[in-house]
């Protein structure tokens, strides 16, 4: 071959892969695009907005709003400014994890690197979790090779020295606590191409349950749910602030779905509630609950990437771990893990891939050979003279077998709002089957559903009778999530019943616990507990675990997080197994006379588990002697006697001292929950806070890190600001947070324009109202008005809002349906052992499909029609044939294009060749929106029926975009 050939060759080829790599894909352009413009900065100066120009996160998209589903923007969210123009890219890169884990103690350091990509300086803002229970003490600030070590102080100072900074052109940061397990980062002037690290170091002390040791990391903060007005309105822009002290202006509200006949609601005052005849609540439902506090709506409430965009950020995780003891299986149920061994008693674990999405909690559980937590002191004492500080672990004696059981007064709480939409709730609705089938025959019990109301089951507690409980049962199967959660009225209900005498009573509360006023939650909790027992479940995959574990603590029982991957029935038996037969009540230490001071907790909590009691404390002086542990075992007396000594040095063990300071803290904070919440502290409780926190140099609700460069890099004025996205919780429904009427328009959304939007605080209930059975044998009866026949509607399924990404489908009533006055009553389009079958078939149970086999072709076509089809996929092959032009045909909700359909599909389980499968029947997979839960894709219209005969697909349904 001559050499002209050979270039000529070389020049089409390069031609032709240049036309491929930027004309196919419009959105792999743009992705292009991007990537040019840092290169581009170095050139010279571009056209910028005016700092009057508001910024908010967007994303570039392709003009037809099908293939947007198809393609999701791939890396980064683009900053765009109102003319639509770009004007960066999100400005966190990466976040890098690494905890080395010594027996049950870990050492985390949380590395945040950000970028500035622009041609101007930047202010980075974000918002993020760390766990409830983190002592942090220590924040830098890397710029190139320099450090700048972060100093700890009165929060309201550190933002004046940060100001000061950020005004005079120097590189500052700022870290803020606005709950124990909610932060926020500021970087001011970030220069254009610069990179600046931020690493925060913590100490916190791993779970330990049932010889399982798990280390959690949260990676995203949920939605909260604000109920005094504030918060989030659209996706892509942070919440807006709460309303200022005083304001009675009403808040706009739009309530989703509205029943025919009914109104809509325009302000909180104002609602629409199905009509009686559901129980009456007790009067502390409505009145003489506490204000709602929320003062920080938008510190809280950081920008969520809109559907069907990724923010851009990644994460690594590493955990070295050093057990002490021959490590056993170490799993993690939410991501995939590399476990390397190191020897018999050490590994590390890394998380697989290097571009791990941010959007559900790392969580970790192994277990080590005799591994059941030991009793005894740990120390460290400085050596100074001062004394040292302590920690005691006692392991309670095994769970004794009891043959009689005290009977309870059992109060089920299940929440039912917008962020419980699609799986979650399903997920919850499991374990609470489970937990209401596990009562004991003596016990009596209440079910109560919420959102922003009250639907409870029974005008009272009735008898575990199998009657009641299928009624309860009944009750149950319809709920779907919607509305905003009002977790303190719940909370009073269900605290508030009359109180039986013969009776413990045990709540039993599951929620994901994604609201702003938790501190006031636990406020309350703690002042009105009276005798009651309250355990609490975490459903979800990134839940609100100081909330969570906040109520279960002040509500004197124990918390159980279950995240969707979770078994739903091991965790009710747990639950079950717990409250039957404590492990030890009322334990108490006397210290016999052995020099100790500031011990915390003040009052241990009683023993559910098989986990340890665990008591941090000083001592003044060195010391031996024994201390003697009692409490209650099985109706008796015990006590164990433990060896102590406190010596004068011990260099070992330096994080008791931050662990014991941060547990004060703590406990100085649960005596002022309200002055924390409003921003109206109680004077002495918050200076003895900010005493101990700057003396151990640990963030609280009142200090914050701060770390400025002395050297002047900004001279020409103040940093454009940019919010740092957050990906929405994997599971969560973004129309359960915005509303059906607040998604953007994905294919169309410029700057700073919006949607119709709604505020997340009111919407419909969309529970059944059941009767509660005036006796234990009388029947369950619907709550129909007379002369009023009951509507037919498609069984209720989940939604498909629940994604990882939360982009489709959701709302609507489930498998409720709406009377023409308002009335909300279960769907009765089947009697219930049909309505039984189709849920069974939809489920893909073995008995249902084999006895669907053996029914006439069009029986089964119409069951599973019913059992898996949304309505307006049903005879759309016929529709098109008859309507259709061309293979095309758009109809509410639904657009044909050449005889093929975009849908949803949810699936039961993927099995091995269920892509091939689904392949088979000419389904065009778009995007796996969660692995093995929900596919996106195309299929002829005349194909659906075969789809929904696949026992493996669980519904079909179109997507729901603007």
């Known amino acids: ?456 089951a029974f005008p009272a507690p009735v008898p575990n009778s199998p009657q009641n409980v299928a009624a309860a049962l009944k009750f149950l199967e319809p709920l779907q999530g919607n509305g905003g959660t009002d977790i303190l009225k719940s909370v009073d209900y269900a605290l508030k019943l009359p109180a039986d005498p013969n009776r413990l009573r045990v709540v039993c509360y599951m929620t994901d616990g994604f609201v702003g006023n938790d501190m006031q939650i636990l406020d309350y909790v703690r002042k009105n507990r009276g005798e009651a027992r309250m355990f609490v479940f975490g459903i979800g995959n990134g839940v609100n675990r100081f909330l969570i574990e906040g109520m279960a603590k002040e509500g004197r029982g124990a918390a159980e997080i279950v995240t969707l991957e979770d078994d739903g029935n091991a965790a009710a038996q747990k639950f079950t197994k717990r409250i039957a037969s404590p492990v030890l009540l009322d334990p108490q230490v006397d210290w016999s006379g052995l020099p100790v001071a500031d011990v915390y907790p003040q009052a241990i909590p009683d023993v559910f588990s098989a986990g340890p009691i665990i008591v941090k404390g000083r001592y003044t002086r060195p010391a031996k002697g024994d201390l003697i542990v009692r409490g209650i075992l099985r109706g008796q007396p015990w006590s164990q006697r433990i060896p102590v000594d406190f010596p004068a040095a011990d260099k070992d063990g330096s994080a008791l001292a931050t662990l014991w300071a941060r547990q004060r803290i703590e406990e100085l904070q649960s005596q002022d929950w309200m002055g924390a919440q409003t921003g109206k502290p109680i004077p002495n409780i918050q200076q003895q806070i900010i005493d101990t926190a700057l003396q151990y140099r640990l963030m609280s609700q009142y200090t914050s890190f701060v770390a400025v460069e002395q050297r002047v890099i900004n001279v020409n004025g103040v940093p454009k600001k940019i919010d740092v996205p957050v990906e929405m919780v994997e599971g969560v429904s973004y129309e359960g947070i915005f509303g059906r009427d607040k998604r953007l328009d994905l294919a169309g959304a410029k700057g700073s324009s919006r949607s119709r939007g709604i505020q997340p605080v009111r919407r419909m209930s969309v529970m059944a109202k059941v009767k509660a059975p005036a006796s234990p044998s009388s029947s369950v009866q619907q709550n129909v008005p007379a002369g009023k026949p009951l509507p037919s509607l498609a069984p209720a399924q989940p939604s498909a809002g629940a994604t990882a990404n939360g982009s489709f489908g959701g709302g609507g009533f489930g498998g409720v349906a709406p009377l023409a006055d308002g009335t909300v009553v279960e769907s009765l389009s089947a009697a219930p052992a049909e309505r039984r079958m189709e849920l069974d078939v939809a489920e893909g149970k073995k008995e249902a499909l084999a006895h669907l086999s053996q029914m006439k072709p069009e029986e089964r076509r119409a069951i599973l029609a019913r059992a898996k089809l949304h309505p307006a996929l049903h005879g759309l092959a016929e529709k098109v044939k008859r309507q259709g032009k061309g293979g095309n045909l758009t109809l509410p909700g639904v657009a044909v294009q050449n005889g093929k359909v975009t849908v949803l599909v949810w699936l039961n389980a993927l099995p091995k060749d269920g892509l091939k499968r689904l392949k088979a029947l000419g389904f065009d997979l778009n995007a796996t929106l969660t692995p093995n839960k929900l596919l996106l894709g195309t299929l002829s219209a005349e194909k659906l029926d075969q789809l929904v005969e696949l026992s493996f697909v669980r519904r079909v349904e179109p997507p729901k975009f603007k």
């Open 1 to 456: 071959m001559t050499r002209s050939k050979y270039a000529l060759l070389t020049f089409l080829a390069l031609f032709l892969c240049g036309l491929i790599w930027s004309g196919s894909d419009p959105l792999i352009a743009a992705y292009r695009t991007q990537q040019k413009r840092p290169a581009a900065a170095k050139r010279g100066p571009a056209k910028v907005p005016s700092k009057a120009q508001a910024i908010v996160p967007t994303v570039a998209f392709t003009k037809q709003k099908v293939e947007q589903l198809q393609r999701p923007t791939p890396g980064q969210l683009t900053i765009m400014n109102p003319q639509g123009q770009p004007a960066g890219v999100c400005p966190l890169k990466h976040t890098d994890v690494n905890a080395d884990v010594a027996g049950y103690v870990a050492r985390v350091t949380v590395r945040q690197q950000f970028h500035n990509p622009t041609h101007e300086p930047i202010e980075a803002m974000y918002t993020f979790p760390l766990p409830e229970d983190a002592a942090v003490d220590d924040m830098t600030m890397t710029i190139g090779q320099r450090l700048v070590k972060g100093e700890i102080k009165r929060r309201e100072e550190a933002r004046q020295i940060y100001e000061a900074a950020k005004t005079a052109g120097q590189a500052a940061s700022l870290l803020d606590q606005e709950r124990p397990n909610i932060f926020t980062q500021s970087v001011a002037n970030i220069m254009p191409g610069e990179d600046i690290s931020i690493t925060i170091s913590y100490v916190n002390l791993l779970k330990y349950d049932d010889g399982k040791y798990e280390f959690a990391f949260p990676t995203v903060v949920g939605p909260r749910f604000i109920p005094n007005g504030g918060g989030y309105t659209v996706p892509g822009k942070r919440g807006e602030p709460s309303p200022q002290p005083g304001a009675d202006t009403p808040v706009p509200v739009q309530m989703g779905p509205v029943p025919p006949g009914a109104s809509r609601p325009l302000t909180r005052e104002r609602r629409i509630v199905p009509p009686s005849p559901r129980p009456p609540a007790p009067p502390s439902v409505t009145d003489g609950l506490p204000p709602r506090v929320v003062t920080d709506a938008d510190k809280i409430t950081p920008p969520i990437t809109p559907p069907g965009t990724r923010a851009g950020h990644d994460l690594t995780i590493s955990v070295k771990i050093d057990a002490g003891l021959p490590l056993g299986p170490i799993t993690s149920p939410l991501h995939k893990i590399d476990v390397t061994p190191q020897g018999p008693n050490r590994a590390v674990v890394r998380l697989q891939g290097e571009k791990t999405i941010p959007n559900k909690d790392f969580i970790l559980r192994y277990t080590a050979a005799g591994s059941e937590m030991r009793s005894g002191i740990l120390t460290h004492a400085p050596g100074d003279g001062s004394g040292g500080y302590f920690t005691l672990v006692l392991q309670p004696p095994a769970r004794p077998a009891q043959s009689q059981i005290s009977p309870k007064e059992m109060v089920f709480v299940i929440d039912q709002t917008g962020s419980q939409s699609g799986w979650p709730i399903e997920k919850a609705k499991e374990t609470m089957r489970h937990c209401i089938r596990s009562m004991n025959p003596g016990d009596t019990f209440q079910l109560i559903g919420f959102n922003t109301e009250i639907f409870p």
